[in-house]
């Protein structure tokens, strides 16, 4: 064999290597990531020490390796002592197989507060590095606005693109649909909203066309995105996920004939590929949507009524009673209902505790002299 012949096979090795893991979602910032903090491994071990978190299960963790040999379909179980990881990471396995040794940087997380009923402020991040959050909501039942809002937070709040999608849209007429589209359009704040059955099918391209990022210079669908799905029990999440990945993987289930709530059928988010590239994560319904620290997802959730305090003549305007308050004004217009101004003023409230909370238990943490950070 020439020279030529044997450079061709090691790159092939490499480009199918690649293109294995850039079909993970494996891109520039992670390579540059690895490279500066020195975490090299080589081509082979790529195949079964990189990869990606998809589902967690008490102190276990699968993640699907980029590999050379096994394809996409390399699987690792290993524990978790020690590393705090999220569906969609990316980590680097110890040699021997057995642990994460290394979770790589988060392009975005949807992290919510863990337990809202306790004093403790602790964090649970329930998918990593994803490009869209789906707020889903069944249009079956009558929009509830105030969750919606605190729904979009949580979403802007990862720093994805949060869309909002009605759900069983089979269940309704157009006379409904145009009444859903009137109740929530003071809710959006500029994010896209889209209707889908996942009976039916209807809508779903609308969906799958954030599965993807659309090269039109090449005119060919490139770097897989991953997109992760948010929503009350018995929305359709699941549904819909089997619906756009064409395989019933995910567990669903009926919603209570009564008020039409799930049953909590989804208990562990869970990576989904699709078919022809991208990836889903089912996240179990959500009961209560609790805010962790702000990333900008209040102002983003309501960027109509932030951009009227710029107009506001105090600076620190609390948009109550103030004299030439922008926000009131435009309360007595119609423009901004009292609901939602009243939604927003709580969620400020809540992150203000919530910070208050998390500086008490950080400090406290100090004093004990603990260098590792704690479980959150
Ligand atoms: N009519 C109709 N029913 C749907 C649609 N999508 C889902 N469903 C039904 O809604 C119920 C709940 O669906 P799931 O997919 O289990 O809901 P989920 O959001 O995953 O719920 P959790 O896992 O509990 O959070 C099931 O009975 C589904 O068959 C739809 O588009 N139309
Ligand atoms: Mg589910
Ligand atoms: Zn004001």
């Known amino acids: 064999m020439t020279n030529d012949a044997h450079e061709g096979l090691a790159n092939a090795t490499t480009r199918d290597d690649a293109a294995h893991a850039l079909a993970l979602g494996w891109n520039e910032r992670l390579a540059t990531e690895l490279i500066e903090k020195k975490y090299y491994i080589t081509s082979l071990q790529h195949s ?3 990869g990606r978190v998809s589902r967690i299960d008490r102190g276990w963790s699968t993640i699907l390796t980029s ?3 096994d394809a996409i379909d390399g699987v690792e179980r290993v524990r978790n002592i020690g590393a705090e990881v999220a569906v969609g990471d990316w980590v ?7 642990k994460i040794d290394h979770v790589l940087s988060r392009s975005s997380a949807l992290t919510r507060r863990a337990s809202s009923d306790t004093v403790r402020a602790e964090s649970h991040t329930v998918a990593a590095n994803i490009d869209t959050v789906l707020v889903v909501q069944a249009a ?3 929009p509830n606005l105030r969750r919606i809002e605190r729904e979009l937070v949580l979403a802007f709040d990862s720093g994805a ?9 089979d269940e309704m007429d157009a006379d409904g649909l145009s009444l859903m589209v009137r109740r929530v359009e003071p809710v959006l704040a500029g994010v896209p909203l889209l ?6 099918g209807a809508g779903l391209d609308g969906l799958r066309a954030y599965t993807y990022i659309y090269d039109s210079a090449k005119s060919v669908a490139s770097a897989p995105q991953t997109i992760a799905l948010l929503g009350a029990s ?3 999440k699941s549904t819909l996920i089997n619906a756009l990945s064409g395989h019933d993987g995910q567990a669903t289930g009926a919603v209570r004939e009564g008020d039409q709530r799930g049953r909590h059928t989804t208990t562990a988010a869970e990576l989904v590929r699709l078919v022809n590239g991208g990836w889903l994560i089912d996240t179990p319904g959500l009961r209560a949507v609790s805010l962790w620290m702000s990333n900008h997802g209040i102002e983003l959730a309501f960027s109509d009524i932030f951009t009227l305090t710029e107009s506001c003549k105090f600076r620190d305007c609390k948009h109550e009673d103030e ?4 926000v009131q004004a435009a309360v007595e217009r119609g423009d901004v209902s009292l609901e939602r101004l009243a939604n927003m003023k709580m969620l400020v409230a809540e992150e203000l505790e919530l910070e208050e909370q998390k500086a008490v238990h950080d400090r406290a943490y100090d004093r004990k002299g603990a260098r590792k950070k704690p479980k959150n």
């Open 48 to 50: 079964r020490r990189l």
């Open 67 to 69: 590999g050379v040999h």
């Open 92 to 98: 680097i396995i110890s040699d021997d197989l057995e």
């Open 140 to 142: 079956t039942q009558d």
């Open 161 to 169: 693109q949060p869309v909002l999608v009605f759900n069983k849209i």
């Open 195 to 200: 209707f889908a059955s996942a009976k039916t």
């Open 234 to 236: 018995g929305v359709g």
């Open 323 to 326: 004299p030439s308050c922008a």
